[in-house]
């Protein structure tokens, strides 16, 4: 079965500074992989996604991720973090067997920004 | 993306009652529907997969008879808590997919239910 680890339940991080979030899956196949964002009080909203292709995938806001296969990760990446970022990070593994994308979220990560 | 409307955003009721919990889709025709559950603090843990015009399929653990799902429609999803109680009360949260879902899932804006 497909597992999502994210290892940081939070972090704070200044206004401005670099803010890297990390994500482990286990998946016996290529994985379909995913950062969702929440607000408070919110859904879910996609910054980014894998499938295959380049490794180094852009999303929105500024948001990039990483995948390596070797690390089994898929990190996310931002290189200046702004107030409005402050948020809640969940990443995700899609299960695409099925004909339809089955998603396995992480426990989220939720991020402060400080001024 | 798509947009996906939930109605109520808050709802607070007696234990023993039941509620209902709308998702739509506003702007294309939602096939399949998913409903998920968040405690606090916590991930989401699908609760079931809802497909319109059949039975949803309940994930393990997810009492069916609990959590009443119907899709009568290509737009519209109901989750209904049946007898809620205390232990019932978190944030539901709904989401459907474009196509095999392959480009992500465009969820709602969630639902707090909070059983007294």
């Known amino acids: 079965a497909q597992s999502v680890t994210q290892p940081d339940i939070h972090i704070t991080v200044s206004e401005g500074a670099s803010l890297e979030l990390r994500c482990n899956y286990s998946y016996g196949a290529t994985p379909y992989l995913f950062w969702y964002v929440q607000s408070p009080g919110q859904g879910l909203q996609l910054l980014l996604k894998?499938?295959?292709?380049?490794?180094l995938v852009q999303g929105i806001k500024g948001f990039e991720a990483e995948f390596k296969r070797s690390q089994s990760s898929f990190n996310l990446r931002k290189p200046s973090v702004h107030w409005s970022d402050a948020a809640e990070y969940f990443c995700?593994?899609?299960?695409?067997?099925?004909?339809?994308?089955?998603?396995?979220f992480g426990t989220g990560t939720k991020l402060q920004v400080i001024p | 993306g798509a947009v996906v409307s939930q109605h109520p955003s808050r709802v607070i009721c007696k234990s023993g009652t039941s509620v209902k919990i709308e998702c739509r889709s506003l702007d294309f025709q939602a096939t399949t529907m998913f409903w998920y559950r968040q405690f606090p603090k916590q991930s989401l843990m699908l609760m079931a997969t809802s497909n319109e015009g059949s039975k949803a399929t309940y994930e393990q653990g997810v009492e069916k008879d609990k959590f009443l799902i119907n899709h009568a429609s290509l737009t519209l999803s109901t989750l209904t808590v049946t007898s809620a109680h205390p232990e019932d009360s978190s944030f539901y949260i709904c989401?459907?997919?474009?196509?095999?879902?392959?480009?992500?899932?465009?969820f709602g804006p969630g639902t707090r239910l909070t059983v007294l």
């Open positions: 995700a593994v899609g299960d695409g067997s099925g004909g339809y994308q089955k998603v396995t």
């Open positions: 894998y499938f295959s292709g380049d490794t």
């Open positions: 989401s459907t997919i474009s196509g095999s879902g392959f480009n992500g899932q465009f």
